[in-house]
């Protein structure tokens, strides 16, 4: 060994370059074990989380999910599609099922309340939300909403159940249109189709109501061939007749 | 254990607190402290990293080139947190959640390279990570006493439970907004230092 010491001593270029190396390869490595380690525990988490956002958009208890929602994906004319992966697996990516025409719809096998996923934009970051409505397509039975970003205390109010108990009942149509709901600054004060925005969050609500709009739009042609189905029939027998 | 390996923990509590001494960290003191709840964990996440850090660069600290001594501070500091954060979403999720951005913004906390450049890189390990959990906890106080004033009045709530009565608020009060705008954290910071100055006169500038 030169005096000088390994190569060429702590300073050289050559200790600096080998120094550096080494420690991004083991940092790499430890972080891709963690990763890979936890990575099946983190997904079921997240899975179970959006299961129990969406029964607890009905008013259900979570873990009930299973035993209760049928889950399938209909397309823009409301018509329900076969999709390679699952309806639940669609939310990890929402923003882009939704931009490929695929709308994953959570219906309750008894009641024939429906949930459907919501996604847009707030202030900072993505929201998203979960708005269950009832078997008349129109009245929210409940409504869930979270966000990635938003001011806590303010923007982030949108999360808290006390905001988004002020959903239940309202109204989703104007007769045949769908108006969805306004979020209205200043207090909505009885108005339909409206609830309070968030003080101090103006641009979150904006967000909210945006993504309540855009994405039951979507929806639309469902909703109305869900409540338009025994008028159907009735005509179909009488033609047949 | 020595009295001086024992100060280096107990120090950053109080005397030496790096939020109201050293001025360190008072970004994220803003940032998370308008609910108890965040407060405190994310006070518990900068104690994990900077205890980690603290030794896991003393340990390493005769091997570091000096030139590229601050990018290995980061990489060392960056995986932990990264680790941390891994590691919050994989067993309390919901807790993961609460804190959302700020597990990551821990990298950029001031406290946690001050205290690597200033204590661990010509320390010991087992004093460094003592130093370390100080630190962490000494932040972590200010920031559970921020959060519990914020939360309190800017919410009427503490850890989301209802504290001021609701005959209160038909009696006229109201929630304080001013309290979950970043500024009365600044302010809340100010008096705190202003009553540990108070406490501990050798720190009074003359």
Redesign the interface.
């Known amino acids: 060994m030169s005096k000088k010491g390994f190569l060429g001593g702590k300073n050289s270029n050559a200790y600096i370059v080998f120094y550096s190396t080494v420690m991004v390869i083991i940092v790499a490595v430890l972080l891709a074990f963690t990763s890979l380690s936890l990575k099946d525990r983190q997904e079921a988490n997240e899975l179970n989380e959006k299961k129990d956002a969406i029964v607890a958009s009905m008013g259900l208890a979570k873990g009930t999910y299973d035993s209760v929602i049928e889950a399938y994906v209909v397309n823009k004319e409301g018509e329900v599609i076969n999709t390679t992966a699952t309806p639940l697996k669609k939310l990890f990516d929402l923003p882009a099922s939704f931009a490929a025409g695929e709308y994953p719809v959570f219906e309750n096998k008894t009641t024939g309340e429906v949930v459907l996923p919501l996604t847009g934009k707030g202030l900072w970051d993505d929201i998203w939300g979960y708005i269950a409505l009832g078997a008349d397509m129109n009245t929210i039975k409940g409504a869930i909403f979270d966000h990635a970003g938003e001011t806590p205390g303010l923007g982030a109010e949108i999360a808290t159940p006390k905001y988004q108990a002020q959903f239940q009942g309202q109204t989703i149509y104007e007769g045949e249109q769908l108006v969805g709901i306004n979020v209205v600054k200043g207090g909505a004060q009885g108005a339909a189709h409206s609830v309070d925005a968030v003080t101090g969050g103006t641009k979150t609500s904006d967000g909210l109501e945006n993504m309540i709009k855009e994405c039951l739009k979507c929806y639309d042609a469902f909703f109305k061939s869900r409540t338009a189905t025994p008028e159907a029939e009735v005509v179909e027998t009488v033609n047949a007749e | 254990m020595g009295n001086k390996t024992f100060q280096s923990l107990t120090n950053p509590l109080a005397k030496n607190n790096p939020v109201l001494v050293q001025i360190l960290g008072i970004c994220s003191a803003l940032a ?1 402290t ?2 108890l709840k ?1 407060a405190l964990v994310m006070g518990l996440s900068v104690t994990a990293v900077c205890a980690f850090s603290n030794l896991v660069l003393s340990l390493l600290r005769n ?6 001594r601050i ?2 501070q980061l ?2 500091i960056a ?1 932990l947190v ?2 941390v954060n ?2 919050l ?3 309390v ?1 919901d807790v993961s959640k609460q804190l ?2 700020y597990v990551g913004l821990i990298i950029t906390n001031c406290i946690i390279m001050g205290r690597v450049e200033a204590f661990a890189l010509s320390n010991k390990p087992l004093p460094s990570l003592l130093d370390g959990i100080g630190n962490g906890l000494g932040y972590g106080a200010v920031l559970v006493i921020i959060g519990f004033v914020r939360e309190l009045f ?2 009427g709530t503490l850890f989301g439970y209802q504290i001021i009565p609701e005959s209160f608020y038909e009696a006229g009060y109201v929630n304080n ?1 001013l309290m ?1 705008f970043p500024p009365s954290a600044l302010i809340i910071v100010g008096i705190i230092i202003w009553v540990h100055r108070t406490h501990n006169k050798d720190l009074q500038e003359k």
């Open positions: 998370v308008t609910q965040p091997g570091i080139p000096d030139r590229i990018i290995v990489v060392v995986a990264t680790v891994d590691v979403k994989a067993y999720y959302s951005v800017g919410s907004g979950l």
